[in-house]
């Protein structure tokens, strides 16, 4: 019954721990708290019933209070010492914007802490994955110049990440859940300054300012929801909520936008990529940022008409072109940035829809996008550290040399755009939600279309990269491989046990016909196989027509060149939706 | 048991669309042309040749490009989910172009880029295409649209837009710039040979059984209206094949894309008043 | 069984490559192709890709510059395989016999089936010549044929004959015998 509160505490405690010892016991420890954290929510989920209702004991309401004026004034501090400021501006009123919130004070309590079953996806996702990247990490911060201390630090820094994590999901307290975002914002702030270089500061701090956007949408949200419906906790407001009167939530969805790096709010996200690769993982993609499309599932009984065809479309316009921007990008884990922006985007219009099957898809596509992007980050990192590799233009060929590499990028791209995996599955359900509003409003159509071109986009970037490292030399020998340590690819190959467990998972649910999915897929792989062992013993291997010329190609990488004005137009377009959000619902 | 004997045969069904083809191709150039049964020959000339491959990747992805198009045939027939049939489609075409991309050969990449360029110009349009069949029909099962009187008209201005991507799939003019036999050899198609050349072939053949049986979705349960447009489309489009020349492939996606998309849209709105 | 044999005969594709000729033949290849003589009744295509050509048509006299390409292209053609030599020049090097920048016809490098004389050679001729080539063609094995010049036998590793490295250079082959 007790386990939210257990995997909240708990790596709060784990943190303290690793924060002493050598290499070898830290890494003990974390790996044994890795497994217990992902015991519990395994036990939470099968244990728990529908939903879960904890008060926090009044008192206990000051020591937040405390928390979070700290963090302020510290964000402010370091606007001030950085000279950044946009940063302290954004502290300040922050500041201003939170002592009114103390100030006022509603009266319609309801209990702190709501676990229910989207909680409890979403404590599987992070306890698993970000767990499964912590052991990852055990291993790549050894590969950097930095001291012991500041090597367990980084790892404490990540139990401490999770145990904000735990909470977020769990909270039904907007003014708790401001200080978590804000954590959040301050982890994100911390981990991305990590290597302390100064393109790294600045994109912390670029990073931090854009976040407090999101605070300061939260503050304002929580006075209007406090003046109008008199209360600070989730449940009430959606239960009360008035059409007419929908400002709180399109507050708490521009927070959600900010938190998912929507456009144009994407230049954080983006600039969060010269953080150490696990960071990236666990932040900047698998966990942190889900908070976004977690915030909008949470919202969307409350969000009608006006509020939820902009939500939509505004999702489903950023999905169209983040993908779009990330085919002129020629950096890894950029690209791989981009697409998570625009896969944020998409949850978030699914969310938005709020019909059970959106939903559905909604939750299939968060978690699946979480185990994906894990491993693809997680090969980044390798090719990072043992390939020395950062930019696609420079992976070409690695099949001759890491066959392993390349078989977890592959099967990370696969999973996020082909059947039999949920991603495609998602996608595949958000047609088909989308298509059934259609009849309802028309404007949908934008939405199918945005879609339609998005996933092709997507398509195409994924098999721009992979297609780049396919290109064999048939003389290679086995000699040429590559050793990969085990901390690197054990992380890999659990994730791609998550990743089949998915697909089983998936077909249990029925999402799609189980023929459908099975069928295809034996066919696709035995066939091949089959003929290729029968005949290509006795096939002559020859050269590729050169029109007669024996010269070698060199290959290089193709890019599609978007103009800036366009780039430019995207942001406006994402600016002025923003406001229109806002605007929108104060003028009806 | 009827549709899967029709599965079966597919392949050879598209083989004599294909031969057919060739054949009123030849027909409107004032030339004899060559026999029917054509596409069979260089079949059985082709299991005849001496295999040589490049590498072993590269042909086995040729064979699940082909495999995966005739589970999309299969699927289609036996009347399953469209938009799963037109994801599958796409699968098919990543193998290919994966398969262009395996080979260190200048025109096997130029052909596969371009192989992914058209996807951008067709798939958007093919989506739009399901969607529309949903709104008419409530789902997206083929078998219940096949169920369902004659959609075309209602489909209009998305049967225009889908008789370009026919042009586009079936690599004829002034859309076939993906293969561009002159320019580029065929492409992706290019470093196969004998056998595995011939799963390339035969997978030329499923696409067209693919189109055309696209195409007579939009005849509904009306056998003879579905026949008709079968006949009139396949007309048509050796008509324009042949009195047309080659565009470029950036001009391809820019006309596809635009009067696709608009004709879709427009399609979808007017669905969603009626 | 098929006797898959017969199918040669009918679907002959030919690759078409001009080792220095005058373009006068080529002109009639092609004329050969168009819809007054239509070759492709027969079920001739012209593919443009050794490796998926039965027919290998040469014209001219073979240059100094093109004997390297005329090797690689025919290495790269699948067995069964048939050379037809179009024209007087690619027969015996025509009114280029004997100049020092000709090799004097293709048959001192590949093995050549048919030879079609004229200059330059008619359609009518190219045809009956392709018909005698198909015949040819028929009766031919799967075994590997080899060019008689700038190649090195076939190396084979593991069981799997490799024909990448067979086509040679000008001069490389000398190197091999020193």
Redesign the interface.
């Known amino acids: 019954m007790l386990t939210p509160i257990v995997l909240i505490a708990s790596p709060l405690f784990f943190a303290l721990l690793v924060r002493v010892g050598g290499v070898m016991v830290r890494n003990v420890v974390a790996i044994l708290s890795v497994f217990i954290l992902m015991g519990l929510s395994v036990v939470n989920f099968f244990s728990l019933p529908n939903t879960l209702e904890i008060s926090i004991p009044h008192q206990s309401h000051y020591i937040f209070l405390f928390i979070d004026s700290v963090l302020l004034l510290y964000f402010l501090w370091q606007g001030f010492i950085k000279k950044h400021k946009l940063v302290m501006l954004f502290a300040l009123v922050q500041i201003i914007l939170y002592s009114i919130v103390i100030y006022l004070s509603p009266t319609l309590i309801s209990n702190d802490i709501l676990v229910d079953k989207i909680s409890s996806v979403m404590y599987l996702i992070i306890n698993i994955v970000g767990g499964v990247i912590i052991i990852y990490a055990l291993g790549y911060i050894e590969e950097e110049n930095f001291s012991r201390c500041k090597k367990n630090k980084f790892i404490a820094m990540l139990f401490f990440f999770l145990s904000i994590m735990n909470f977020i999901v769990s909270t039904n307290n907007i003014e708790i859940f401001f200080l978590l975002f804000e954590l959040t914002t301050l982890c994100s702030y911390l981990l991305i300054a990590y290597r302390e270089d100064e393109v790294s500061v600045q994109n912390s701090l670029k990073a931090l300012w854009m976040n407090q956007i999101g605070g300061v949408a939260i503050l304002l949200a929580l006075i209007v929801s406090i003046v109008q419906y008199d209360t600070l906790y989730f449940d009430i407001l959606i239960s009360n909520i008035d059409e007419s009167y929908l400002l709180p939530i399109s507050l708490l969805a521009i927070a959600a936008f900010v938190k998912g790096a929507s456009i144009p709010f994407d230049k954080w996200l983006l600039g969060a990529m010269v953080a150490p690769t696990p960071v990236s993982a666990i932040l900047h993609s698998a966990t942190m940022v889900k908070i976004a499309p977690y915030l909008m599932l949470k919202l969307a009984p409350a969000m009608s008409g006006f509020v939820s065809v902009t939500i939509t479309l505004i999702g489903t316009f950023v999905f169209f072109s983040a993908s779009l921007l990330a085919l002129s990008k020629d950096y890894f884990k950029e690209i791989l940035g981009l697409s998570t922006i625009a896969l944020l985007g998409l949850m978030m219009a699914l969310a938005t829809i709020g019909s059970e099957e959106a939903t559905k898809a909604c939750l299939v596509l968060i978690v699946f996008h979480a185990i994906s992007k894990a491993l693809l980050f997680l090969q980044a990192g390798i090719l990072e550290k043992v390939n020395h590799l950062k930019y696609i233009d420079d992976i070409n060929g690695l099949i001759n040399h890491s066959p392993l590499v390349v078989f977890f990028i592959v099967i990370g791209f696969a999973s996020l755009s082909l059947p039999p995996f949920g991603a495609f599955i998602a996608k595949f359900m958000a047609i088909e939600s989308i298509a059934n509003e259609i009849t309802a409003n028309p404007i949908y159509v934008l939405a199918l279309i945005f879609i339609a071109l998005g996933s092709v986009f997507l398509t195409l970037l994924y098999f721009k990269v992979v297609t780049k490292l396919f290109a064999k030399d048939v003389n290679s020998s086995k000699e040429e491989h590559q050793e990969i340590p085990k901390l690197y690819t054990i992380p890999s190959f659990l994730l791609l046990i998550f990743l089949v467990i998915g697909i089983y998972i998936s077909l249990e649910m029925e999402l799609l016909s189980n023929s459908e999915i099975i069928v295809p897929f034996v066919l696709i792989a035995v066939v091949p196989l089959l003929f290729a062992t029968l005949v290509f013993k006795k096939a002559h291997r020859v050269k590729e027509y050169h029109c007669g010329e024996k010269d070698e190609l060199q290959l290089s990488m193709y890019y599609f060149d978007i103009p800036e004005v366009y780039e430019k137009a995207i942001g406006g377009v994402g600016v002025v939706a923003m406001v229109l959000l806002v605007v929108g619902v104060i003028v009806k | 048991m009827l549709e899967a004997v029709v599965v079966i045969i597919a392949p050879i069904i598209g083989g004599l669309i294909y031969g057919f083809e060739?054949v009123v191709c030849?027909r409107m150039?004032?030339?004899?042309?060559?026999?029917l049964l054509?596409p069979f020959?260089?079949?059985?000339?082709l299991?005849?040749?001496?295999?040589?491959?490049?590498?072993?990747?590269h042909?086995?992805?040729g064979?699940?490009h082909f495999?995966?198009l005739w589970?999309v045939v299969a699927?289609i027939i036996l009347g399953?989910?469209l938009?799963?049939v037109i994801?599958?489609h796409?699968?098919s075409s990543?193998f290919l172009?994966?398969a262009?991309?395996?080979?260190?050969?200048?025109?096997?990449?130029i052909g596969?880029?371009r192989e992914?360029m058209s996807?951008?110009a067709y798939?958007?349009i093919l989506?739009?295409l399901?969607?529309g069949f949903?709104?008419i029909n409530g789902s997206?099962d083929i078998s219940v649209i096949r169920d369902n009187p004659p959609q075309i008209l209602q489909l209009f201005f998305l049967f225009l837009a889908f008789l370009m991507v026919i042009q586009i799939k079936l690599k004829k003019s002034p859309f076939d710039a993906t293969e561009a036999?002159?320019e580029i050899?065929?492409g992706v198609e290019?470093?196969?040979?004998?056998?595995f050349?011939e799963f390339l072939y035969m997978a030329k053949w499923l696409e067209y059984v693919f189109v055309y049986l696209l195409l007579s979705l939009f005849a509904g349960d009306n056998l003879a209206l579905g026949f008709g447009l079968f006949i009139g489309v396949f007309f048509l489009v050796n008509l324009v094949d042949n009195a047309t020349a080659r565009i470029k492939i950036n001009h391809l996606i820019k006309i596809v894309l635009m009067i696709g998309?608009t004709f879709?849209?427009l399609n979808?709105?007017g669905?969603?008043?009626v | 069984m098929f006797n898959l044999k017969k199918y040669r005969k009918r679907s002959p594709w030919i690759l078409h490559y001009n080792a220095g000729s005058c373009n006068g033949c080529d002109i009639e290849i092609l004329a050969s192709l168009s819809p007054k003589y239509d070759l492709e009744r027969f079920g001739i295509i012209n593919t443009g890709n050794p490796k998926q050509s039965d027919i290998f048509l040469v014209t001219g006299p073979v240059t100094y510059r093109s004997r390297e390409r005329l090797i690689e292209l025919y290495i790269q053609m699948p067995e069964p395989k048939v050379v037809v030599a179009v024209g007087s020049c690619s027969c015996t090097g025509g009114v280029f016999r004997g100049m020092y920048n000709v090799e004097d016809g293709v048959d001192r490098y590949i093995p050549v089936d048919v030879y079609i004389s004229g200059c330059a050679t008619s359609p009518e001729l190219i045809i009956d010549g392709l018909v005698k080539g198909l015949e040819i063609l028929e009766k031919k094995t799967k075994s590997m044929e080899k060019p008689s010049k700038l190649f090195k036998d076939t190396t084979s590793r593991e069981g799997i004959v490799s024909r990448r490295e067979s086509a040679l250079r000008v001069g490389e082959e000398r190197d091999e015998e020193n």
């Not at chain 2, 020959?41 to 000339?45: A, I, N, S, W």
């Not at chain 2, 262009?100 to 990449?109: A, D, M, P």
């Not at chain 2, 290019?190 to 056998?195: A, L, P, R």
Request: proline share 4%.
């Open positions: 060739r030849a150039q004032n030339r004899q042309g060559p026999p054509q020959y260089d079949m059985g000339k299991i005849d040749k001496q295999a040589l491959i490049i590498n072993p990747y042909s086995i992805l064979i699940m495999v995966t589970v699927f399953q989910n938009l799963y994801f599958l796409l699968l990543i172009i994966l262009g991309f395996s080979v260190k050969s200048i025109f096997s990449h596969a880029n992914l996807v951008i798939e958007p989506i739009m399901a969607v949903y709104l997206f036999h002159q050899v065929g290019i470093e196969f040979s004998g056998v050349f998309l879709g849209m979808l709105v669905l969603s008043y």
